[in-house]
């Protein structure tokens, strides 16, 4: 991870008070029954990322930087690491979804314990340590701010198991159709492009080991496809045609009945999707949204199109700058359309994340840090799939044109969507 | 099921007041977030329990019978309806484990309601209605006793798993041992013996069907084999050899890699076990507990014993009537030591089922009442072993000499034990 | 086993011969290839057989008795032996179906090597040890003749995978149609019977421990369930509907997808059934066979019968003493349809195992035998259904009216099929 | 696929016959029960592999190009398309491993029968025609020569799982030890180079494309990571430890107890592996073999160096052309150690398929062919990670140095082994 220091101790402390913030209201619409069960592996209980967020700063910034921070409960530490991977013993086979305990309150005084242990912190700590802490103070913050995105996904997921189908929160009327906005394909040219971060200011460390990658010239739409273009796809029987599908997409396919997105539900012969606001139609002009990878790819086969690289699409974010995004800030938390009075490449930040066809590999000259923050990224960079531009579940804060998200290729919970790029 | 319609309205009243009062006791000590979770398929979320034991009453009781009743809710009678078996839609695929709605506290808004209505119907009702309906509400309360004890079992599994080791409830001081009782044989002569129901309450239709059954000579020991005993077995290397086992509990011990009782741990070279109370030393003069028909049967074989069958047992309880046990009324909710001051046939009833070598079969004439009601008993009987008896998680009034439990072979999370014949 | 040792050497010598041959008749008609496969783990390869029932002489006949004889080979034991449960090490971890070597002809060979031995042993054998091998010869054929009705059902199911159909041997004139049987219910008084054997020739352990077990009147069926009778049943929605079914027999109908008795296909609206013949029409008056005990249950269930259990079949077999039946020596491996020209009971013996409601438990006073012999039927004695009569595949001198064969209540690829009783 | 058609008719008749008849020699030793198995999901029965490729001759060219053809047998293409995937009916639920039939001779017969046909087709076709078949008739010998690879290894796998280990052919001596070569890292320098086929033979479509890549400056070690050093990260306990491994490799090593390299077998404490010339002493000389990628990958990163892209490889191979490899036509179908008496790059062709850390993706611009034969390649581009430089078992007129071989991270039966790069 790489980070300037020259944040003054006020500024992070707004800026950590601010996101602690930030997953707290996430979680409120929520019982305490929401917070504790795991429908899917992928999926983890709510009450899991809360106690998880504040026990990376227990671990990283409390116990090495407070001098006799004592810790809130010593069984913590083992019941809220992810990274801890010992078999459990016979009595103690415990997975997440059937951890009831602590309840949710403990783990709202668990935060708060560490939250006042971080300010005191800060309020006494001298520079020359400071200096030393903000990296990884800084990573936390990083951290939790992924975690809130896994809430939003994770939240959803977990609503949507329920058979009365609640809503998390009702809908907001930005969220209705714009209009529909043309596709287009924009100029990108070839040569060769500079990957990777090389700013001042955070970054992780799969986005370090700048280098050059050569690109051929190629076309990039303009915005995100939509709802009414992908049930095209899917009226023209595009789920059942094995000539769009990768091998391993059709295998899955086939095995779970695919035909349509996840949350998408046919009633009366209409296609409605469950969503935060509840079950609601699916608007033609929003970007479909939920697809996995192979979908992705099957979509861009049928369309006579293909993904992008992530190499051609931070090439187009250096042509193309994205400005800003439909990010958690808005509160909509769902894709919104593109907008049709605007030209240029729309939604190339927020809405949703946008598959590639590159894998999650290293960079060049890639190295892990020492020590368990080095378990970070490089261990997960197998059989994953690069996605680029966060969504509507991520921080404007967050992101960056050389941010890379990775999934397995069959993963749908995400807030994932489809870009097309033409040869 | 058989049941006389003699008793008065403010005795039934009073019955089923009391009954659902001790579920609710049951759940007090429980947090919401313990109460959604399944952490094996045998075990069902408390919450559900609680509303699925009100469903009953809801369905057969208030709508048949109480003019103008309308349903708490549309929904929860596809919930709580533990028959229901149809494939839920593509949005709707839950478990019980995911169901987070209704929250916990809708549930105890849910029992209110119906258990107002019932006192309401009960009010209102005319006599020739009122001996149509006894019957239908006995067999509800019998359910909400029979579901108390898988409370009492699903939640003691429930909290095993969690690292925390969490306490239902403190011990209390008659559970200490008193000694030590020595294992003695007691005479039951050969002969024809009558078996099934013959009184006039209530029973369940799988006791029906009296009918003589002709029993060798055999003697039966006089209390429920203890930890220490099931030690000597352990320690000889009873889970590994495999003279001891059925093929099938032998293949279930290897691939589980068992080597004592569910809830056991062996910390430092010393045996622990998971409780109620938490975590305790296994006390050498109770009875071991939570053992497998598989276990029971072959700590039988290495012993130079055998289990009874049924049929014996119900001879035994003819020819030693047990008068009293340790059920859920002592409010234990553990197995006690026999009582080395008494003579003659102890723990017959009470303390835990009791292992049959009998498989779970109709009786002669057994028949299956129309409707719903008649998927009570009749469709589970196949692969399962017949239990007697009952346990400390059982109601003093729900049990009686000619009462079958049933469970598969392998099932372990049961207050369950070993009685032992000799030939 | 039980058995007297009057039989001279050469009668025993005769008897092994005929047996023995037998055995590879049945496996004449394979291709080397269809000896080494196993499809499903029920189903055992064919070569194994012919090992494994030649591995019992060589281990319990020749190395005792047969002073220096050498083994064959020195992995046979290991290879063959089907009590061996120890976990395999790694570049060893086989299972049977990939037991490419040795090759068939290999396997005659060991047969060839093993038949010459024991002749040999049988001329030079002193009568008082003749005497003590007699019962361990005898359990080796009765184990051997075990092993040919497998050979023929696994046969069976082995050609019935391939999709080319392929035909065993041709079907004989005999098995066509007789026309039509009426069902008709014999009556069968109640009273107290005498169960398990009580002659002077072998037996298997399982039917020892003779007892008196009461029986109530009932009534038998004539002769077994037909195709025709089976098909009304399925074209009531039998296999659909619920009601008929128990619990876990409808888990397996639906998981199965299940709607047709094994080897039954429709082709263009008609009923086909796959045989030993190859794929031929459904013939209405040969009794219904490869159903499972669920399948039997549901079927009587519809019929508003239901099945005997073991000891009313003894009962019957007593008051209505079977003569003869269609076993292995007609040759004709399918069972046949009910003779129109005869009264009384039919098909008792023969054609198909009948499903009996009882499980596979010990009778009183059942021990096992000291050492491997021992483990011959007790540790199968739990989750498993009784069928009695003996089936088209077994041999004539197999069978006897005490005989228990045993199998897990979802097993379909034996010649099982469906007797009726009425109360 | 890219074909220059100037080969003249006898050339291509000669070259046919040579490659067919090779397949055949592989399959000599075997014994018809050895041709009919899958002991895993990976491995086809190797008569499968005899008819499947007979299958793409006489689907592909017979049947399209010899006027009055008829199929040898008319299921034949269906028992033999790889590419079929319908669900089979209820009957003809076949797998692979339960086809016994057609027996091996029959296969034998089906070759010989579509093997004349080609003939008479060669004879008799006229020369537009033969410009245009010439391109199939190469890719369906390139298509044998790759199921030669598979039958080698599948044999090997097949016989490995069988506990009298097998031989299949006796050591050659030139597979002795020619004593150790150091390892040294020579020099690729960065820059710009051209990946993908630019020849006028025979490449695979996902070799075309041809476009630049731009390679930082590099280390390439000049030899196969040998079994010594292999054995050195296994006694550092290299297996154990978190730190070398990829997550998902760590959860395979976990999962499956791996402690070393497929066929491995420690006895007496002393290595011994499994290969195609029976069980043998572990040659610390030879190159480690069969290994996964994230045996590969954890191995380099205990070595502080990593793998090669696939791109580096190519690069290197165009600074250090490769000349010969050990390759089938050596007959020796076991790798060899490096020759100590060389300078340079060794083994970049032969011995084994070198694992490299490029996910399997289309090169720019990549396009499948229309029809059947589009799904050669394209349809595996997911999750696979690519090979390069054939091994032992790969023929030396299949490769190039373009070649891209692919199999899953986790695939261990094939040939490969570690080449590392040093940054």
């Known amino acids: 991870m790489s980070i300037q220091t020259s944040i003054a101790t006020p500024a992070i402390q707004q800026q950590y008070q601010q996101i602690r913030a930030l997953t707290e209201a996430i979680c409120r619409p929520l019982e305490p029954e929401d917070t504790v069960v795991q429908p899917i592996v992928d999926v983890s209980p709510p009450k899991w990322h809360m106690a998880h967020t504040t026990w990376f700063f227990e671990t990283f910034v409390l116990t090495p930087y407070l001098s ?54 800060l309020q006494q700590i001298r520079d020359e340590e400071l200096a030393e802490l903000l990296p990884v103070l800084q990573l936390g913050l990083q951290h939790e701010q992924q975690h809130q995105e896994l809430l939003v996904t994770d939240i959803k997921y977990i609503l949507s198991t329920n058979p009365l189908l609640p809503v998390y929160q009702p809908a907001s009327q930005e969220t209705d159709a714009r ?29 370090l080991g700048v280098h050059e990658v050569r690109i051929e010239d190629f076309q990039i739409m303009n915005r995100l496809v939509t709802n009414r273009e992908y049930l095209e796809f899917m009226e023209d029987g595009g789920y059942k045609d094995f000539r769009h599908w990768l091998d391993e997409g059709l295998a899955m396919v086939r095995a ?101 066809y590159s894998a999650y590999h290293p960079y060049p000259g890639f190295t892990k840090a020492p020590g368990a923050i080095g378990e970070y990224n490089g261990k997960f960079m197998i059989n994953q799939m690069v996605l680029r531009g966060g969504s509507c579940a991520t921080s404007g804060s967050h992101i960056r044109t050389t941010y890379r998200n990775f999934f397995h290729p069959d993963k749908r919970w995400q807030f994932t969507g489809i870009r097309l790029a033409n040869k």
Chains 1, 2, 3, 4 share one sequence.
């Open 68 to 121: 006799g921070y004592e810790l809130y409960h010593p069984r913590y530490s083992f019941l809220f690491n992810s990274y801890y991977n010992a078999v459990g013993s016979r009595v103690q086979r415990h997975q997440r979804s059937t951890l009831t305990r602590p309840p949710l309150r403990d783990i709202y005084a668990y935060r708060q314990h560490v939250d006042e242990h971080v300010y005191q912190l």
């Open 256 to 356: 779970q009945s695919l035909e349509a997105p996840l949350y998408w539900l046919k009633q009366e012969n209409e296609w409605y999707r469950f969503s935060l606001h509840g079950l609601e139609k699916v608007r033609p002009e929003a970007p479909v949204s939920h697809i996995s990878f192979y979908e992705a790819d099957a979509y861009a086969n049928w369309a006579g199109k293909r993904l992008l690289t992530e190499f051609e699409w931070e090439a187009a974010s250096q042509v193309y700058p994205p400005q800003s995004g439909n990010f958690t800030d808005s509160q909509l938390l769902e894709p919104l359309p593109a907008d049709p009075a605007k030209d240029g490449l729309q939604q190339l930040y927020g809405d949703l994340w946008e598959w590639t």
């Open 179 to 207: 209009g529909s906005t043309e596709a287009r394909f924009l100029e990108v040219p070839g040569g060769s492009y500079t990957i990777g971060y090389q700013g001042d200011g955070f970054c992780f460390d799969n986005e």
